[in-house]
């Protein structure tokens, strides 16, 4: 199997330091002109078609909104009503983290945006009160992990595009799922906090939830106009990707007026850089997915994986484990884009709706998120703590536990995933 000896070689390039992007092209070129017999104009061909993808639209607009939103205010006034509600609790201020990361996510699909807006605040107040700080950092790592699974989600756009499949129906799928994710870490964070002695702040009242929700009435309608207009129909989820940017500004700019005009060119710059980077990948991952399928990889794999279990539970946790391992090494990005198209296949011949199986790779792939050495939140979260990554590390591990036991339950029950899909339809 000479396609083998391409993953290779991008693998011994990727463990010599290379770029993803860098590291996955080279690999590519030097296996066409080695191996096949065709013209390199095909490279340039199949890197357009990539990103010549209207969905893929959504993924710039919802980089910028969050960018936006961080600094306009919204992320501040979410925190700050999540806290009226739960901060009083055992362990309140953990809880406001994952309950703001949850609606950060309903925002940007994004787990690294998530940490630094919802972070940047957080993990320097639960350590001012008295919570341990790779505790803090290591929740908050958690935490970002709902950005790529609640809807909008960059992975699950990514996912749609490469296997072909609804964008709709995978951000519709993801809801569920994770608010699972969300809750298992809720009840993760009360039990580490009353082992602790992690006390809540203050008193619930009824009063103070009124005004700061009467004050963070525009950020928390954020995700309703964004997720509302998708599932109702009212707009495609680019469409709502463009109408969170506008959302973003005029609340920023007129409602909380804390977004200057010299800000938005900073939050431009900054999102284009990201956007450059994920839709390079998306580039040289299509000529690489490419390359596979014609060989006949996917065909390949789908047989090997017939061989591994009859029963399709089995088979998706099988294979859940070892995205597991791959996503310790490889960023979700170029990870869901390089074994969406080999593996669907073979989940599609076991007779696993595609959908529920997109959502139990996005699940298991952002577990790698938090995990050494390439865990992008981990890494966020320790820069902003700043403390070693393998002291953060030590701190994970029973959210790590949570999220896998959310993506058990998910394989197991289906429904978790496929019930709004089939009730849009």
Request: net charge positive; glycine share 10%.
């Amino acid at each position: 199997m000479l396609s083998s000896l391409m993953i290779l070689f991008f693998l011994i390039l990727l463990f010599l330091g290379l770029p993803v992007i860098g590291a996955m092209g080279l690999a590519a070129v030097v296996y066409i002109v080695g191996f096949m017999n065709i013209p390199l104009n095909i490279v340039g061909n199949q890197v357009l078609a990539g990103v010549s993808s209207v969905p893929l639209m959504a993924i710039p607009f919802f980089i910028i909104s969050g960018a936006l939103m961080e600094s306009g205010g919204i992320s501040k006034r979410i925190i700050s009503f999540a806290t009226s509600i739960v901060g009083p609790f055992s362990g309140g201020m953990g809880l406001v983290v994952v309950i703001a990361s949850a609606f950060f996510a309903a925002m940007t699909g994004s787990g690294a945006a998530c940490v630094a807006a919802i972070g940047g605040m957080m993990i320097p107040a639960m350590v001012n009160n008295g919570y341990d700080v790779d505790f803090s950092c290591a929740l908050q790592a958690a935490g970002g992990t709902l950005g790529p699974i609640i809807p909008p989600s960059i992975l699950m756009v990514l996912y749609s595009c490469s296997t072909g499949n609804s964008v709709g129906d995978m951000l519709l799928a993801g809801l569920f799922p994770g608010l699972l994710v969300a809750f298992n870490l809720i009840l993760v964070t009360l039990f580490i906090s009353k082992k602790r002695g992690y006390k809540g702040e203050g008193t619930i009242s009824l009063k103070n939830i009124w005004k700061n929700f009467k004050d963070s009435i525009f950020a928390l309608l954020t995700p309703v106009i964004i997720l509302g207009g998708i599932y109702s129909g009212i707009c495609t989820p680019t469409e709502a990707s463009a109408l969170s940017c506008f959302y973003a500004i005029i609340v920023g700019l007129f409602v909380y007026k804390e977004l200057k005009i010299k800000d938005l060119m900073r939050c431009l710059y900054n999102s284009v850089k990201i956007v450059g980077q994920i839709l390079g990948i998306v580039a040289v991952t299509q000529l690489f997915s490419w390359i596979l399928t014609r060989a006949g990889l996917p065909q390949e794999i789908a047989a090997l994986c017939s061989t591994i279990s009859d029963n399709p539970s089995v088979f998706m946790l099988v294979i859940s484990l070892i995205l597991l391992v791959v996503g310790c090494f490889l960023d979700p990005v170029p990870a869901v884009l390089i074994f969406a198209p080999i593996l669907v296949p073979a989940a599609t011949a076991m007779g696993i709706n595609p959908i529920h199986f997109g959502v139990v790779m996005v699940t298991t792939f952002c577990i790698g998120l938090v995990t050494p050495p390439v865990g992008m939140t981990l890494f966020v979260s320790a820069g902003i703590g700043n403390r070693p990554v393998m002291s953060v590390s030590k701190e994970i591990m029973p959210f790590l536990i949570s999220m896998f036991v959310s993506v058990v339950i998910i394989i197991l029950v289906p429904q978790l995933s496929l019930l709004l899909p089939m009730m849009a339809k």
